[in-house]
């Protein structure tokens, strides 16, 4: 069960919309100021240390729970649709789809790259940026991993880079430039931003059981039909590592064949040229595509996957910029 701390905020590390990081008498915390507002040095905060205490893959970090400094807050909501529904932090954040039926717009041969980790959006946008240039990617946020956008670095680096044009958090994931209810809407969303194509990705902090089917990578299946069916272009980043210590995620990720063998819709698959990926499904488009350099790119980016960059496991960078690649490549076709 969950567990509470109380203490005094020592230092503010940073800030930026959405996110202060801090220092509780020692310990380090973030806090989500869209849901309890900022923090000052001096304040006594309630700290949820549940995941720390756990040695979950947070970082390391404490969340501010509230703020004890203060009696109250409130900070005017954009709609009535609220996100973390029937929580004691639910907000009334709203979503786009609220402008109206304009936003009922078709999502037919748009390019739909879809991520099983967070990781894979680095190369995946440094990809399709080289290979498509000028053209203007979105990215919209899964609600199966974490769900506040503020917590990503890579995405508002990316944004600042010019490499993510449009920002969309769908379902209960929170935060993004636009907020929409599920992903199919997102699309959508996105689009009509002028996206010429789209990466959806889980946020920070997927889960991973071990099991055949206990991973959050298996949202991606799910997503493959729903945009098959909406006409969309469904193209999958597959998952690989040269390094990985567990062998189930070495060369094709686990995570990636069972995933390919549950969708129903076609998907475009990009294979780097000199990889051998062994047996996929059949009813998938196979396609085997030139990189571009991605040395600078990736390592601008400080574009890491639990804590390997390019040069320690340039097979999982690799495989998911060939998605970027076909993206790219569909806009001509």
């Not at 699309?187 to 071990?210: D, E, K, N, Q, Y």
Request: glycine share 10%.
């Amino acid at each position: 069960m969950s567990r509470f701390l109380t203490g005094t905020v020592s230092k503010i590390i940073s800030e930026r919309a959405g996110l202060q990081r801090i220092e509780v008498e020692e310990r380090l915390a973030y806090v989500l100021t869209q849901l309890i507002g900022p923090v000052e040095l001096g304040d006594e905060v309630v700290l949820n240390v549940t995941a720390t205490d756990l040695r979950l893959g947070t970082g390391g970090w404490d969340v501010v729970h509230w703020n004890l400094s203060r009696r109250d807050w409130h900070q005017p909501g954009a709609g009535h649709v609220m996100k973390l529904r029937y929580t004691s932090l639910q907000a009334d954040v709203g979503v786009a789809e609220e402008e109206g039926p304009q936003l009922d717009m078709s999502v037919e041969l748009l390019p739909v790259v879809t991520c099983f980790l967070h990781s894979q959006l680095a190369p995946v946008a440094v990809a399709f940026a080289a290979s498509a240039p000028g053209t203007r990617l979105g990215y919209v946020m899964t609600d199966s991993a974490a769900l506040p956008y503020a917590l990503s670095d890579l995405a508002a680096t990316l944004v600042e880079r010019g490499l993510l044009h449009t920002t969309v958090s769908a379902g209960q994931a929170f935060g993004a430039a636009r907020e929409a209810v599920n992903v199919a809407s997102a699309l959508a969303i996105a689009r009509r931003a002028g996206c010429s194509a789209v990466v959806v990705a889980p946020g920070p902090g997927v889960v991973g059981t071990g099991t055949r089917h206990g991973f959050s990578g298996m949202e991606v299946a799910s997503i493959v039909d729903m945009a098959a069916a909406l006409r969309a272009r469904p193209i999958v980043a597959l998952r690989w590592s040269d390094t990985d210590v567990r062998e189930r995620h070495r060369g094709l990720s686990h995570h990636a064949s069972t995933a390919l063998g549950l969708m129903h819709g076609q998907a475009a698959l990009g294979i780097p040229a000199g990889y051998d990926p062994g047996a996929l499904p059949a009813h998938h488009d196979l396609r085997i595509v030139q990189l571009p350099d991605l040395t600078e790119g990736l390592e601008d980016l400080r574009a890491t996957t639990m804590g390997r960059g390019l040069r320690d496991d340039p097979g999982f960078f690799e495989m998911a910029a060939a998605a970027g690649v076909v993206a790219a490549r569909m806009l001509d076709s």
